[in-house]
């Protein structure tokens, strides 16, 4: 198992009557309690079965002011289909994509569900999606994963009788087509998928289910949505999803560079991740900030996006041991993967998954050097987190050099600091640069 990953069996029953949130085991890098409150924006209301539940809801989240009307969609069709099987149906569902888990939660209040699973490949929508399950008094399992494959084999044998999403309207057309097929090979005999999609790729979706193996059971169209409904044709199934990452699936082209040493070099940049065709402008102007770096000294990259900044420190010192740090699986293996391509030897290259910050959330990783970019889009409070957390992972002597908006960092350089921590501010182009040092 990755050391990013964390999964519950999601065959695992529990009493009908009982809809306790399950413990899942802690993830590397964050608490066994997500401390969501400073990301929470508001709470949403949704009703499903004749019971009202409440989702907390963040910015920086798919659909922060209400619950999706094509999630909303999307559940007014399965509804009927579930409530077929019975109170005493069985089903285990599969919430791909699952955001703060509006779907899967929803969905195992209904009689007819066993047990559900909610995925996602960040780490800060799996936190609120089992906040909300707990404080709905709702039992689900959570699990940080890249795709089916990952799923799977986090859960051998695992086959479900629902998979749903509500499937990203900018993911491309390969990463759609593989998530589209692939949930036709986690299904168990007589299963179903069941997904919506936004009216500009309805056709796409249209297109790759058009085939003899597939049946659709079920479309349904309105001016801004599609649902589909389907599953395998009579006498066919389908293989196990394959690794879709290391299949290239995500990958979007090479991004050239001049790394620490003036020297051309290239990382592949993928799908879903900003600035895949371009050198991040506060990126790299947050390298010319970065200070020496001697060999043994362990570098915290946070926020690796495609890996430039990741790539850069590695050029600057290859004998540097590296933490990769975001909320992004994607983002996690992509800058692996550029470093690694690089030359860099594979146990000098950590990666953690942190989905909301706190001050535990990595203060054991006792970093020399942090650099990396803020993630703002969680509104103060999240960055506060997130500033707080860093620091708390400085070893003694080290230094950050963190960039941010000029609003975000004015309101740091009010925040408290630990005993024996200083910040310092500059400015470069309407980019403001924290620089924070432990003393020894």
């Known amino acids: 198992m990755r050391a990013y990953r964390t999964a519950a069996d999601p065959q695992e029953r529990a009493p009908e009557a009982s809809k306790r949130p399950r413990q899942a085991p802690p993830r ?26 409440e989702f907390a809801t963040c910015l920086d989240l798919f659909s922060s002011h209400q619950v999706d009307v094509g999630s909303r969609l999307l559940l007014r069709t399965i509804e009927p289909v579930l409530a077929a099987r019975g109170s005493t149906g069985g089903a285990r569902v599969l919430d791909l994509g699952c955001g703060y888990g509006a779907l899967g939660v929803a969905l195992a209040t209904l ?7 909610l995925v996602d490949r960040d780490a800060l929508a799996v936190d609120f999606a089992a906040e909300n399950a707990r404080a709905n008094a709702v039992e689900v399992t959570t699990a940080v994963s890249l795709g089916l494959a990952e799923t799977l084999r986090d859960a051998p044998g695992a086959r479900y009788d629902l998979v749903v999403s509500n499937l990203p309207g ?10 589209l097929l692939g949930a036709l090979g986690v299904l168990a005999p007589g299963g179903l998928v069941a997904v919506v999609v936004i009216e500009p ?10 085939r003899d193996d597939i049946e659709v059971t079920l479309r349904r169209d309105t001016a801004d949505y599609s649902v589909f409904h389907y599953g395998p044709a009579a006498g066919t199934s389908f293989p196990p999803p394959a690794e879709a990452f290391d299949a290239g699936v995500y990958d979007r082209g090479a991004l050239p560079f001049e790394d620490a040493n003036e020297q051309p070099a290239t990382i592949t940049t993928v799908e879903g991740i900003p600035n895949y065709d371009r050198i991040d402008v506060i990126e790299a102007a947050l390298t010319r900030r970065i200070p020496r770096i001697r060999p043994g000294q362990r570098v915290l990259v946070s926020n690796v996006a495609q890996g430039y900044l990741a790539a850069y420190v590695r050029s600057a010192q290859p004998e540097a041991p590296v933490i990769l740090v975001d909320r992004d699986v994607l983002a996690l293996r992509t800058a692996r993967r550029a470093l690694l391509a ?14 909301a910050w706190s001050e535990d959330s990595a203060a054991d990783a006792n970093a020399d050097l942090i650099v990396g970019v803020l993630h703002e889009g969680g509104g103060a409070p999240a960055v506060e987190a997130e500033y707080a957390g860093l620091v708390a992972a400085l070893a003694p002597g080290g230094r950050a050099v963190l960039a941010g908006g000029s609003t975000a960092i004015t309101r740091l350089l009010a925040h408290a600091l630990p005993p024996g921590c200083k910040a310092s501010r500059t400015k470069h182009r309407g980019t403001s640069f924290l620089e924070v040092t432990r003393a020894l």
Not at 111 to 117: G, N, Q
């Open 111 to 117: 009689p007819a569900v066993a047990s559900a699973h």
């Open 201 to 210: 790729i309805r056709d796409l979706v249209a297109s790759t289910l058009s």
């Open 170 to 179: 900018k993911a491309g057309a390969a990463v759609l087509s593989s998530m």
């Open 28 to 53: 590397l890098g964050s608490v066994t309690t997500p401390p969501i409150a400073p990301y929470v924006h508001r709470r949403v209301p949704l009703d499903v079965g004749g019971r009202r539940l």
């Open 342 to 355: 690089l030359g860099a030897v594979e146990d000098r290259v950590e990666m953690r998954v942190i989905g």
